[in-house]
C-alpha cells in the first residue's frame, strides 16, 4: 500500500525555495562577480590617470576596479592574442592562398571580402577556402588568355625577313669610325643599345619617338605599343637603305646618317650626305 505522506518527505520537495526577490538576485550577481573585491584598474595601471593626460575612464580616477571589469579587460587581451595566434596559424598553412587574394583585392570584391573575413575570424572556413581558390583560379584563367591574345599580337609584328641587314648596315657604319651611328627614316630612328653591344633600338616618330622595339642577331622583337606595319618598315629599310635615307632626306632637308643639313645640290637630291653614303656603305 502506497504511503501517500511520503510524497512529503522528498528532500527537493521539502526544501525551502531560494528567495527570488531582485534584491536577492543582485547580491547573488555581485557575489559571483567578486563581491566588493577590487582590482588595480588594468587600463591606467592603477595610477588613475590615463597616459598621466587624464582621468581613466575605465576606473574613473578611483584606481581600482571590480573582479568583473579586471576580467573582462583581461578577456579582451586574450582574445586579441588568440586571434593574432589563429590568423598567424593560418596564414603559415594558406601563404600561397592568402598572397594571391591580398594581390586582387585592390580590384576584386570577393577577395577583398574574405580578407575581411580572415581579419575579424582568425582564418577561413573550408567553405571560404574553395570559394577562394575557384574565384582565383578564375582570375588566372582570365589573365592567360589576355596574355596570350597580347603574345599572338607582339609574335605578329615580330619578325626576321631581312632584317639582318639593318645589323649589317650598323656593322659598316661602326667599321668605318661612327661612335654614335643613327639611321633616320620618315618614321623610323634606329640606333644601338649603349649598354647591349649588338642590339639596335627603334623609336617611332607617329608615335612621338616611343621606343617600340628592338633588333637582335637580326630579328626584331616588338613592343607591345608597336604600330602593326613596323616590320615591313623595317624590312622596306632593310630591303633599300638607300631609298629610305633618300625620302628622309629629301622630306627633311638633312642627312639621315648624320642629321647635318643637306646643303649640296647633289646630295638635297641624293638626300644622303657623299661621306655618310660612303661610310655606310650605301
Ligand atoms: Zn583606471
Ligand atoms: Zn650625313
Same mark, same amino acid.
Given at each position: 500500500?502506497?504511503?501517500?505522506?511520503?510524497?512529503?518527505?522528498?528532500?527537493?520537495?521539502?526544501?525551502?525555495?531560494?528567495?527570488?526577490?531582485?534584491?536577492?538576485?543582485?547580491?547573488?550577481?555581485? +557575489?559571483?562577480?567578486?563581491?566588493?573585491?577590487?582590482?588595480?584598474?588594468?587600463?591606467?595601471?592603477?595610477?588613475?590617470?590615463?597616459?598621466?593626460?587624464?582621468?581613466?575612464?575605465?576606473?574613473?580616477?578611483? &584606481?581600482?576596479?571590480?573582479?568583473?571589469?579586471?576580467?573582462?579587460?583581461?578577456?579582451?587581451?586574450?582574445?586579441?592574442?588568440?586571434?593574432?595566434?589563429?590568423?598567424?596559424?593560418?596564414?603559415?598553412?594558406?601563404?600561397?592562398?592568402?598572397?594571391?587574394?591580398?594581390?586582387?583585392?585592390?580590384?576584386?570584391?570577393?577577395?577583398?571580402?574574405?580578407?575581411?573575413?580572415?581579419?575579424?575570424?582568425?582564418?577561413?572556413?573550408?567553405?571560404?577556402?574553395?570559394?577562394? +581558390?575557384?574565384?582565383?583560379?578564375?582570375?588566372?584563367?582570365?589573365?592567360?588568355?589576355?596574355?596570350?591574345?597580347?603574345?599572338?599580337?607582339?609574335?605578329?609584328?615580330?619578325?626576321?625577313?631581312?632584317?639582318?641587314?639593318?645589323?649589317?648596315?650598323?656593322?659598316?657604319?661602326?667599321?668605318?669610325?661612327?661612335?654614335?651611328?643613327?639611321?633616320?627614316?620618315?618614321?623610323?630612328?634606329?640606333?644601338?643599345?649603349?649598354?647591349?653591344?649588338?642590339?639596335?633600338?627603334?623609336?617611332?616618330?607617329?608615335?612621338?619617338?616611343?621606343?617600340?622595339?628592338?633588333?637582335?642577331?637580326?630579328?626584331?622583337?616588338?613592343? &607591345?605599343?608597336?604600330?602593326?606595319?613596323?616590320?615591313?618598315?623595317?624590312?622596306?629599310?632593310?630591303?633599300?637603305?638607300?631609298?629610305?635615307?633618300?625620302?628622309?632626306?629629301?622630306?627633311?632637308?638633312?642627312?639621315?646618317?648624320?642629321? &647635318?643639313?643637306?646643303?649640296?645640290?647633289?646630295?638635297?637630291?641624293?638626300?644622303?650626305?657623299?661621306?655618310?653614303?660612303?661610310?655606310?656603305?650605301?
Amino acid at each position: 500500500m502506497i504511503d501517500f505522506n511520503d510524497l512529503d518527505t522528498d528532500p527537493n520537495a521539502s526544501a525551502p525555495l531560494a528567495s527570488t526577490s531582485p534584491e536577492a538576485i543582485r547580491a547573488a550577481a555581485h +557575489l559571483a562577480n567578486g563581491g566588493d573585491a577590487v582590482f588595480p584598474c588594468p587600463k591606467c595601471g592603477g595610477t588613475g590617470m590615463w597616459r598621466g593626460i587624464r582621468t581613466c575612464f575605465t576606473c574613473r580616477g578611483k &584606481r581600482t576596479v571590480s573582479k568583473g571589469v579586471a576580467a573582462a579587460a583581461k578577456g579582451r587581451v586574450t582574445k586579441a592574442v588568440n586571434l593574432a595566434a589563429a590568423k598567424a596559424e593560418f596564414e603559415g598553412s594558406n601563404p600561397a592562398l592568402m598572397g594571391d587574394l591580398r594581390a586582387i583585392a585592390s580590384w576584386h570584391t570577393f577577395a577583398r571580402e574574405l580578407l575581411g573575413k580572415f581579419d575579424q575570424y582568425g582564418s577561413l572556413t573550408t567553405g571560404q577556402v574553395v570559394a577562394a +581558390l575557384n574565384s582565383l583560379a578564375k582570375v588566372k584563367e582570365k589573365q592567360a588568355e589576355r596574355a596570350a591574345v597580347r603574345n599572338a599580337e607582339n609574335a605578329g609584328k615580330s619578325g626576321e625577313v631581312g632584317i639582318d641587314r639593318i645589323t649589317a648596315l650598323f656593322a659598316t657604319a661602326t667599321a668605318a669610325g661612327l661612335k654614335k651611328p643613327v639611321f633616320r627614316t620618315e618614321r623610323l630612328i634606329i640606333k644601338p643599345a649603349k649598354s647591349h653591344p649588338g642590339t639596335l633600338y627603334v623609336t617611332d616618330k607617329a608615335l612621338a619617338g616611343e621606343y617600340v622595339g628592338k633588333i637582335v642577331a637580326g630579328k626584331f622583337e616588338a613592343r &607591345r605599343e608597336a604600330k602593326p606595319d613596323t616590320l615591313a618598315l623595317l624590312c622596306a629599310i632593310a630591303a633599300d637603305p638607300m631609298k629610305a635615307a633618300t625620302e628622309y632626306g629629301r622630306s627633311t632637308g638633312e642627312c639621315g646618317c648624320c642629321g &647635318r643639313e643637306l646643303t649640296d645640290p647633289a646630295s638635297v637630291k641624293a638626300g644622303i650626305g657623299p661621306i655618310c653614303a660612303t661610310k655606310w656603305g650605301i
